[in-house]
């Protein structure tokens, strides 16, 4: 058996990667260096850009577009963050948003428009309330991870030196995101929001229920913090894929065992327990089967929002760690 494989490994902290981070669970014939980036979408520029590391966690449609695109990394079906995004829309109260379809003709703000946030709310404005995501005006102030995407139209930047944040208190913009445009939040575009005083309602005051009833609907269940590979190091050692999987499947497991019995805490086990009452007992689920509907729902949005120039297929965008030969 050959020695090990030096990788350098670029993933946040979590409690489900806390495992693969501290070397307590290591990855078979890897000899992992950890490092960390904070934010960690620091991380997604630099792989996006310079395919800095040889396996990195970064936001799913960034990796799609980057994929599109051609930049040299592979997914594999490892997605370490997971939430639903009915929620989180902000309207201004004055500006007479009281359906989805009434952002039609209006300026939003958002602080990227590949944001996977961003992404996965117009998928739900789009697919669930038929709004026509073309007669929105999408307000950026912050540049696209992946420097070939070609903005369709309907996306504009905000004026140099003035904040969504701005815009949104002067009613220059009608709806931003909380956290993907920094709507009552102001700070520098690399994502370091300071809290300023802001008091937006939600477009969906009902987003729990709604997201409950999307998910029994759709099986459809919103990811980030997908973890890529370099094709390099997938063509020298295709076995590297199934290490990876492995690792990081039996972290989660662990972790979520914890979270079953009660013995994991803080604000990630209260956040997956509260996702266990509509997903069930595993509120990270990987593999590719596991997370088709959703990988599908993705890739065809990101089509549907001209942030890919071509449909792609689940062949080209994942590595199946079941499919790859074993390490000799």
Same mark, same amino acid.
């Given at each position: 058996?050959?020695?090990?494989?030096?990788?350098?490994?670029?993933?946040?902290?979590?409690?489900?990667?806390?495992?693969?981070?501290?070397?307590?669970?290591?990855?078979?014939?890897?000899?992992?260096?950890?490092?960390?980036?904070?934010?960690?979408?620091?991380?997604?520029?630099?792989?996006?850009?310079?395919?800095?590391?040889?396996?990195?966690?970064?936001?799913?449609?960034?990796?799609?577009?980057?994929?599109?695109?051609?930049?040299?990394?592979?997914?594999?079906?490892?997605?370490?963050?997971?939430?639903?995004?009915?929620? %989180?829309?902000?309207?201004?109260?004055?500006?007479?948003?009281?359906?989805?379809?009434?952002?039609?003709?209006?300026?939003?703000?958002?602080?990227?428009?590949?944001?996977?946030?961003?992404?996965?709310?117009?998928?739900? &404005?789009?697919?669930?309330?038929?709004?026509?995501?073309?007669?929105?005006?999408?307000?950026?102030?912050?540049?696209?991870?992946?420097?070939?995407?070609? &903005?369709?139209?309907?996306?504009?930047?905000?004026?140099?030196?003035?904040?969504?944040?701005?815009?949104?208190?002067?009613?220059?913009?009608?709806?931003?995101?909380?956290?993907?445009?920094?709507?009552?939040?102001?700070?520098?575009?690399? %994502? %370091?929001?300071?809290?300023?005083?802001?008091?937006?309602?939600?477009?969906?005051?009902?987003?729990?229920? &709604?997201?409950?009833?999307?998910?029994?609907?759709?099986?459809?269940?919103?990811?980030?913090?997908?973890?890529?590979?370099?094709?390099?190091?997938?063509?020298?050692?295709?076995?590297?894929?199934?290490?990876?999987?492995?690792?990081?499947?039996?972290?989660?497991?662990?972790?979520?065992?914890?979270?079953?019995?009660?013995?994991?805490?803080?604000?990630?086990?209260?956040?997956?327990?509260?996702?266990?009452?509509?997903?069930?007992?595993?509120? &990270?689920?990987? %593999?590719?089967?596991?997370?088709?509907?959703?990988?599908?729902?993705?890739?065809?949005?990101?089509?549907?929002?001209?942030?890919?120039?071509?449909?792609?297929?689940?062949?080209?965008?994942?590595?199946?760690?079941?499919?790859?030969?074993?390490?000799?």
């Amino acid at each position: 058996m050959a020695g090990k494989v030096p990788l350098k490994i670029a993933v946040a902290e979590h409690p489900h990667t806390s495992a693969i981070r501290d070397g307590s669970i290591p990855i078979e014939g890897v000899e992992a260096e950890i490092v960390t980036v904070k934010p960690q979408i620091g991380a997604f520029r630099r792989m996006v850009r310079d395919v800095e590391f040889d396996v990195c966690e970064i936001a799913p449609t960034t990796y799609i577009a980057a994929r599109a695109y051609g930049r040299p990394f592979k997914a594999l079906p490892i997605f370490v963050v997971r939430r639903f995004h009915h929620a %989180g829309l902000l309207v201004r109260p004055d500006a007479g948003i009281r359906t989805p379809k009434d952002l039609e003709g209006r300026k939003a703000g958002v602080r990227a428009y590949s944001v996977t946030t961003g992404v996965w709310t117009r998928q739900v &404005l789009i697919d669930e309330f038929g709004v026509d995501n073309s007669r929105i005006t999408w307000v950026v102030d912050d540049e696209e991870h992946v420097t070939q995407l070609v &903005l369709p139209p309907n996306v504009i930047h905000a004026p140099q030196g003035t904040s969504l944040a701005e815009m949104m208190a002067k009613g220059e913009i009608v709806a931003g995101f909380d956290a993907a445009a920094g709507i009552g939040r102001t700070g520098a575009p690399t %994502g %370091g929001w300071q809290e300023v005083e802001a008091d937006y309602p939600d477009l969906f005051p009902n987003a729990e229920e &709604l997201e409950a009833d999307y998910y029994r609907r759709t099986g459809v269940y919103p990811m980030h913090g997908t973890i890529v590979v370099k094709d390099s190091v997938l063509e020298a050692h295709p076995w590297v894929a199934k290490s990876i999987y492995d690792a990081f499947l039996r972290a989660k497991d662990e972790w979520v065992a914890k979270l079953n019995s009660g013995e994991a805490s803080g604000a990630g086990a209260d956040k997956y327990r509260k996702l266990q009452q509509i997903v069930g007992a595993d509120p &990270l689920p990987y %593999g590719i089967e596991a997370n088709r509907a959703t990988i599908e729902a993705l890739e065809k949005t990101a089509f549907d929002q001209g942030l890919i120039p071509r449909r792609m297929s689940m062949d080209e965008l994942f590595v199946d760690p079941e499919k790859v030969a074993e390490r000799v």
